[in-house]
């Protein structure tokens, strides 16, 4: 089993920036990816960003430039720096783990983006 738990959500004012962490643990033997997803109210949910273990990166088209994921593959966390936050950045931010053809989940993190 794998477990991933995600932090630095929270309320904050349009324009700011915020960097959410994600912390895997558990059966991590070989992760294929790391990334981020989110799902807004009344919306389906939506890739933000995703580091496979080659480095390469991948960024939703109405979120580049705004955002970057990193990793710390010693630490099996991954992080999603957020710049310039709109109202409508706000949602729910699911942390996501591939291994093995499998993916994992995070419970998901608030962040709600005042105007």
């Known amino acids: 089993q794998v477990q991933l738990v995600e932090s630095g959500g929270g309320l904050v004012q349009a324009g700011v920036s915020l960097t959410l962490s994600c912390a895997a643990s558990g059966s991590i033997y070989r992760v294929d990816s790391m990334g981020w997803s989110r799902q807004a109210p009344g919306k389906q949910r939506e890739l933000v960003a995703t580091?496979?273990?080659?480095?390469?990166?991948n960024y939703a088209d109405s979120l580049k430039g705004r955002v970057t994921i990193s990793r710390d593959n010693a630490k099996n966390k991954v992080y999603l720096q957020m710049n310039s936050l709109k109202p409508e950045d706000t949602a729910v931010y699911y942390c996501?783990?591939?291994?093995?053809?499998?993916?994992?989940w995070g419970q998901g993190t608030q962040v709600t983006v005042s105007s």
């Open positions: 580091m496979y273990s080659s480095g390469y990166t």
């Open positions: 996501r783990l591939g291994q093995d053809g499998r993916l994992y």
